[in-house]
């Protein structure tokens, strides 16, 4: 039964930590959603080194399942970041491109 009571602390810093994120990201301009999103990434980068770090202090299988998902879902996090600010400066771009072609500068 302490077990359970441990966890609802932890629910409950989640629950106001994904409030605090939404009320946050809703107030943001649009203007401001790529620096935003760029700086976001770093802040992702750092969560999954801390997901690394946590999988490998994990010492039962249970700790072991939520740190291999933590790392899964940080590093698909941190990629698709990385992927939508590409596409969306690539919007912005003057130089004429098709978004896609890279050029071998």
């Given amino acids: 039964m302490t077990n359970i009571m441990a966890l ?3 629910v409950y810093i989640a629950m106001l930590a994904a409030f605090t994120g939404y009320v946050v990201i809703s107030r ?3 203007i401001l959603h790529t620096p935003l ?3 976001s990434n770093f802040i992702h980068g750092i969560v999954l080194v801390g997901a690394m770090v946590a999988l490998g ?3 039962t299988p249970l700790e072991q399942a939520i740190g291999f998902v933590a790392v899964i ?3 698909a996090n941190v990629t698709g970041g990385y992927v939508v600010t590409e596409r969306i400066l690539q919007m912005f771009d003057r130089s004429g491109k098709k978004p896609g072609k890279r ?3």
């Fill in 73 to 75: 879902l940080g590093a």
């Fill in 28 to 30: 943001v301009p649009v």
């Fill in 8 to 10: 609802w602390p932890a």
């Fill in 37 to 39: 999103m760029s700086g």
């Fill in 57 to 59: 202090l994990a010492t």
């Fill in 103 to 105: 050029s071998l500068k």
